[in-house]
């Protein structure tokens, strides 16, 4: 049986919309991060390593490493290596990075090992989309997990092929980030929302008249100072201003593969009536042997015999009111009675009735 968990995200009552910080709505356009990732060897393993048998790009790139390293291996050797592993590092490459700063990189395995714990990462090229190099990464590894086996017998706790350094990547290459273009500059909101942009460019221009002006439901473009020292200080004035942002719509987050369901606060119900049942199929195999007599000249058989039962318990209709807070919906599903994998068809089936009034996605 699969554990699921009901997640119901309420509020006992409406409380009045928050004002919140322009910074935490939108982002400006140019500012991003970029992801790096590298190839990369991990020496020092106890025994842990790819098998090089299986795994052939490893002794590769360790010969390719020590010719390198001006030591030249014997041609058509068969190297039995334990101790390395074959990975992949990857970073995220924030904005405004300079060379020297730190990143940190994760470490995940692309063979066959069996751990990269207590390994150590030789030096790797972190590249870009673009294929250039913009970090070196080196370090020892930390794995949030453990593992044992003996005598045919094991057990683990979380990863073992999956890593991290902290720190353990250097800035080689900075990534040109523009402030805007020209003497405008573009936010974008993370969602799009016609009514949020329209508040955000009202808040702007009661602070700074006649600035913004929004393109589209995403897009509002802000005049700013075209000196860069100006224009960080009316950044920094302008991602601290006020809003009220609009109200989400009603939304029903449906996780089949866990059998969580988060809903938000403008879910609503109209009055329907549900009936659910359970049905359960067993079947039980039950095996046997036929011994033929002595004298028959037969032979000794397996017979399988299966006894399948179908049972459908008994579902009451439950009447569910019409819900208007978050509270009343909860309650009138916790009435029904249902678990919350249950829940998932009961509430789909809501939907195609017309009762749910929220849109339903399933992730």
């Known amino acids: 049986m699969y554990r699921v968990a009901l997640i119901c995200c309420f509020l006992f009552a409406l409380a009045p919309a928050q004002a919140e910080k322009i910074k935490d709505l939108v982002s ?5 991060n ?12 106890d025994g842990s390593g790819d098998q090089t048998t299986q795994t052939p790009f490893t002794v590769q790139s360790v010969v390719n490493m020590l010719t390198n390293l001006g030591i ?4 058509g050797g068969n190297m039995q290596l334990k101790n390395v592993a074959a990975v992949t590092v990857t970073a995220t490459l924030p904005p405004f990075a300079r060379p020297g700063q730190p990143l940190d990189v994760t470490i995940a395995s692309i063979g066959n090992a069996k751990s990269i714990r207590g ?21 020892n590894i930390i794995v949030a997990g453990a593992g044992a086996s003996a005598g045919g017998s094991s057990t683990q706790i979380n990863q073992l092929a999956t890593g ?25 909101l993370l969602t799009t929302d016609f009514t949020t942009a329209n508040r955000v460019v009202n808040a702007v221009n009661s602070q700074f008249s006649g600035t913004a002006v929004a393109l589209d439901g995403r897009v509002i473009q802000v005049r700013a100072p075209q000196d860069n020292n100006l224009r960080v200080a009316f950044l920094s004035r302008l991602e601290n201003i006020d809003v009220i942002p609009a109200e989400s719509s009603p939304k029903v987050i449906i996780n089949a593969r866990t059998g ?3 809903m938000n606060q403008a879910v609503k119900l109209d009055s329907c009536a549900i009936a659910h049942g359970n049905l359960t199929v067993t079947i039980t195999a039950d095996n046997a042997v036929s011994q033929p007599d002595p004298l028959a000249g037969g032979k000794t058989t397996k017979v399988q015999n299966a006894d399948i039962q179908i049972k459908a318990d008994k579902g009451p209709i439950v009447r569910l ?14 009435a029904v009675g ?9 509430l789909q089936a809501m939907k195609a009735a017309g009762a749910l009034k929220a849109e339903l996605e399933v992730i």
Do not use: C, F, H
Request: aromatic letters at 4%; zero cysteines; a positive charge.
């Open 119 to 139: 390994g150590t990462l030789l030096m790797a090229p972190l590249k870009g989309a673009d294929g250039q190099i913009y970090a070196m990464a080196q370090g």
């Open 34 to 45: 970029n992801q790096l990732v590298g190839y990369g060897l991990v020496v020092g393993l």
């Open 260 to 262: 969580s369901i988060v």
């Open 28 to 32: 400006v356009a140019g500012v991003r």
């Open 164 to 188: 991290r350094i902290p720190a353990g990547a250097t800035v080689e290459k900075a990534v040109a980030t523009l402030l805007g273009n020209g003497e405008y500059v573009q936010l974008e």
């Open 321 to 334: 009111p019409k819900s208007s807070t978050l509270r009343d919906v909860v309650r009138a599903l916790n």
């Open 338 to 346: 249902a678990t919350p994998q249950d829940l998932l068809a009961i």
């Open 72 to 75: 030249q291996v014997p041609a």
